[in-house]
């Protein structure tokens, strides 16, 4: 297979943090971008938020050289591009309106993916003329660090296609036999939150040790393996039939005695105070670069062990 | 403080993985262990077990000269012991027999710390003379590698004594307020799970695919990183207040659409032929040691970052 599909050149429609982080990976892979982005004053966040990424990157040894322009119109942004990016805020009918004209405008070899994380590609796709080019490819922050790519296709070849492209970039693809609203890792992040939020409304500890007790335990392996998996070794030598037959039914009832908490003004004021604590006076732009930091030297140590 | 409280001597009671972890690592601080398991062949394994984790301590230059003996009778084991770390398996009766057994052999000085994962502290003191200093300690499997303990006690002073000493083994300790089934770790890895097998008893991602979502995704992340500080960076420049207020609402829409699935007999065959599927081949003891591998570059990973 050419490397990266054969493609040179890639639009990013759509420059916050999630576009903006796509342009740097793309760049580093020295794959030309075209970018666009309505909001005002837009490309000197563009540049600062790529020039950054893109020294993170050097340290895996990424260091194409792809140029990155932003235009003023979309039309100049797509031109001759053969893979879109779509950043879009997450507004249906608006990306709706967006993808048709994407599709509109792009020559029939080129693949238009969307970022989207909340909504379902069925209900995007609905303008589209050609919609069976047109996918879910839904990354988790930030795009350029974080492997994840979680694919909604009308059909499989097309969701190979674009898997491909992906996992050239050093991405870890994920390919969804149907589609479901949250797609897979948010609906598994979202199941957690619940309980993490239970924990702090039954005061059973604080947000600080709950963040810890995860990030310390459970997290930490699902670095490594995830949860089908860790069951299998939790199972002993008899793996995972053994773990379902014997502890399947206690799993059973610890789902039975999971909280449902309300997010009421009483625990949402808990979480935040919680949250100030734990942050211990650093703002969200020196937590963001303690993550990157954790990030970056936990995909490093990666390289050893083999893909995931 | 005096480093390990000034505690010289660990009485390990119950040598399965759990147990002969906590050997590893108490020796490989220098700490002296005694040990008591009633189970036949006990001792091969043990010493087995506990030269190949030592190997695995030496990585992170931690190479103490604590002995290891066991013993063929447990007041042998526990006489002169200043800290007993009880494993033996989750049978509520027999536990409740083994800590007042324990609690009457040991001298006043030493804090007798349960390894159980299912049982409730109240439930499991009640036999014991001085339950006040008998308290729950649930590590994370492989204990000597993973940091978290979850600590619950009788009252605040006996958990930091508690959690000063394995602060000094290099564990992070989690003190909770109050007791609960599953303490804080497996509540969360149990909500988690339980949407993992909705995911494929639904037919939306084959188990590997779940499996690679979390470990390319948020439990990436999560290594780095707990849930509610995840969302408080997920708000932008509002932090949590921000997230909480404005995508609370689809939060809770989303927890709302949650599985609930049944371990039914073709959803755990639908898991197991998954599982198949994802290990290729690879024998459990294979899977432990590349999960052992990652925890542990993981691990040297997170030095430069600092504490989470």
């Given at each position: ?10 639009a ?22 075209a ?36 235009h003023?119109?979309?039309e100049d942004a797509v031109a001759g591009a ?23 405008l ?203």
């Amino acid at each position: 297979m050419t490397k990266y599909n054969g493609y040179r050149r890639v639009a990013v429609i759509g420059c916050g943090t999630v576009g903006a982080s796509w342009a740097a990976l793309f760049t580093a892979h020295g794959l030309d971008v075209a970018a666009f982005d309505p909001a005002p004053g837009r490309g000197e966040r563009l540049a600062a938020f790529v020039t950054h990424a893109r020294s993170q990157l050097k340290e895996f040894g990424l260091d194409g050289e792809g140029s990155l322009t932003l235009h003023e119109r979309m039309e100049d942004a797509v031109a001759g591009a053969d893979f879109v990016q779509e950043n879009a805020p997450e507004d249906e009918v608006a990306k709706r309106g967006l993808l048709a004209e994407l599709d509109a405008l792009l020559p029939e070899h080129a693949l238009i993916a969307s970022s989207t994380s909340a909504l379902l590609r069925s209900a995007i796709v609905t303008e589209c003329a050609r919609p069976e080019r047109v996918i879910v490819a839904h990354p988790f922050n930030p795009p350029h660090l974080v492997p994840l790519v979680e694919i909604v296709a009308a059909d499989a070849a097309t969701a190979e296609r674009a898997a491909a492209f992906y996992r050239d970039l050093g991405r870890r693809p994920v390919i969804l036999r149907r589609e479901m609203p949250g797609h897979i890792a948010n609906r598994l992040a979202s199941a957690l939150y619940r309980e993490a939020v239970n924990l702090v409304a039954e005061g059973v500890a604080s947000v600080a040790d709950v963040d810890a007790a995860l990030c310390n335990g459970p997290g930490l392996r699902w670095a490594a393996m995830g949860p089908h998996m860790t069951y299998h070794l939790g199972g002993g030598a008899g793996g995972i039939r053994h773990y379902l037959d014997h502890l399947g039914p206690s799993q059973a009832r610890r789902w039975a005695s999971l909280g449902n908490p309300a997010l009421s003004e009483a625990v949402k004021a808990a979480i935040v105070s919680g949250i100030d604590a734990e942050a211990e006076g650093r703002s969200i732009a020196e937590l963001e670069a303690r993550r990157d930091r954790s990030l970056i030297e936990i995909l490093k140590s990666r390289v050893e062990v083999a893909g995931q």
